[in-house]
């Protein structure tokens, strides 16, 4: 029997994500229709050894109930929340929560940051773990990275036959290697023992502070308290995977990721997708409207026939597309408006906002560079040196009203904003 955790932090986690997180937790935020850890779910499901998966945050539980009360039906698969009570890092939840997790004794479990999207090959890094001496406690997805780029995140060293990590930094200074840490792991169980060793170092040093850090006694930091030391010792190994990982940082991580998965449902669940030439079930067989691959459309959505969709679109439940409008690279959230011959590229329209007429809302893609090998999301900061904000995906935050024949170039529009002129490189507050 297998288990997975899936690590979802808290409100004051994501904030480059705003204003998509201001409204719901970003863990949920849809990205090809689906909420971003739905995407891990599928691929922990895909195990029939896996019976339960354990999500570990700070959000008020009322916030992921629905969610996993919806998925749990879904898939027929025990999902539960829980809750730290307050910012535990990224394995004090797993050390507090672990009889949760060693409830049923599990061969082994998973363990998945919930801000990363991939083509999880959750199989392969589970018999590759299998496979590695029994003193393994942790085997590491990792992926090549440009050589600027890497320092960005975790970084290590390993033998290329074994396996075997020698040295593991977290985001060094300088250069260490090209490889790097995805975020996504295979546990023994024997790990709670190590946990349970830095714990209690940790329990004397707090004691011995007036102060402390600030921090809850039972913060524990995995990159640099587990791994770190873990490495040189035989107990932590990394399989290298050549499938596209990307973290979900910035909102503009979102246009990215959404293109991956839209392409993923090719292969996982064509399905899902609209595109040309495959006809809807539940109308009368007709295509909807011109669709350029990959597209998603949810089955509440309307869309006018005229309207021209993709590549890559996702649009929400309830959506209503008007005719004769354009959509390119973007994600429209649930029931949002978009009114007649409106242009919509490289955006997030959010939920329930409507955009008038003839209007034109356009941003700017912040891709890796396809010229560089490796290469990953550049997660820019919002404002340059000379304070001026970089160009960026345009984002509507929720209930935006967007009048019409104006034009929104590169901007972020906060929610429940009425717009009244057009606007170029400004964060609408
Ligand atoms: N439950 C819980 N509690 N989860 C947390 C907490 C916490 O207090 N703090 C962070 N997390 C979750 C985040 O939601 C995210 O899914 C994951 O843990 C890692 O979050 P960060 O602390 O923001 O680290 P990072 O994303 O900058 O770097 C980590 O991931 C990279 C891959 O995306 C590191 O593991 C890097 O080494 C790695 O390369």
Not at 88 to 94: A, D, N, S
Request: charged share 20%.
């Amino acid at each position: 029997m297998l288990k997975a955790v899936i690590l979802v932090g808290g409100p004051q986690k994501g904030t480059r994500f705003r204003p998509l997180s201001l409204d719901m937790p970003k863990p949920l935020f849809p990205i090809a229709g689906r909420p971003i850890i739905q995407h891990h779910i599928e691929a922990c499901v895909q195990l029939p050894n896996l019976k339960e998966i354990l999500i570990i945050g700070y959000y008020p539980q009322a916030e992921m109930e629905n969610f996993v009360v919806t998925l749990q039906n879904l898939y027929s698969i025990n999902i539960r929340y829980l809750q730290e009570f307050t910012s535990l890092g990224t394995v004090g939840g797993m050390y507090h929560f672990r009889d949760q997790i060693r409830a049923g004794n599990p061969k082994a479990f998973f363990v998945l940051n919930g801000d990363v999207c991939a083509d999880f090959p959750l199989r392969d890094l589970y018999e590759f773990h299998n496979q590695r001496p029994a003193s393994a406690l942790v085997t590491i997805m990792s992926t090549e990275a440009a050589r600027q780029q890497a320092i960005h995140y975790g970084c290590l060293v390993f033998d290329r036959v074994s396996g075997a990590v020698s040295h593991y930094v977290e985001k060094p200074s300088s250069y260490v290697s090209t490889f790097i840490n995805c975020g996504v792991y295979v546990c023994s169980l024997h790990i709670f023992a190590k946990l349970a060793e830095v714990f209690h170092s940790k329990v004397q040093e707090f004691s011995s502070y007036v102060n402390g850090n600030g921090k809850d006694q039972g913060h524990i930091r995995w990159e640099q308290e587990v791994l770190t030391p873990l490495a040189g010792t035989n107990q932590l190994y990394a399989m290298p995977v050549p499938s596209w990982w990307s973290q979900i940082k910035a909102a503009g991580s979102a246009i990215y990721a959404n293109r991956h998965y839209l392409e993923l449902y090719k292969k996982t669940h064509p399905e899902r997708l609209a595109n040309s030439g495959v006809k809807r079930g539940e109308d009368d067989g007709n295509l909807i409207c011109t669709i350029f691959p990959d597209v998603y459309i949810h089955p509440s959505a309307t869309v006018h026939h005229t309207a021209v969709l993709g590549p890559n679109v996702s649009i929400g439940a309830g959506v209503s597309i008007s005719a004769g409008v354009r959509i390119r690279e973007s994600i429209v959230l649930e029931n949002a408006l978009i009114k007649e011959h409106t242009l919509i590229l490289h955006s997030i329209v959010g939920r329930g906002s409507v955009v008038g007429q003839w209007s034109r809302v356009e941003g700017t893609p912040s891709d890796p560079d396809p010229n560089k090998p490796f290469a990953k999301m550049e997660n820019p900061p919002l404002f340059n040196k000379e304070g001026k904000l970089n160009p960026s995906i345009t984002i509507l935050g929720c209930f935006v009203q967007v009048p019409s024949e104006k034009i929104l170039l590169n901007s972020i529009v906060l929610p429940h904003k009425e717009l009244a002129r057009s606007f170029k490189n400004e964060i609408i507050l």
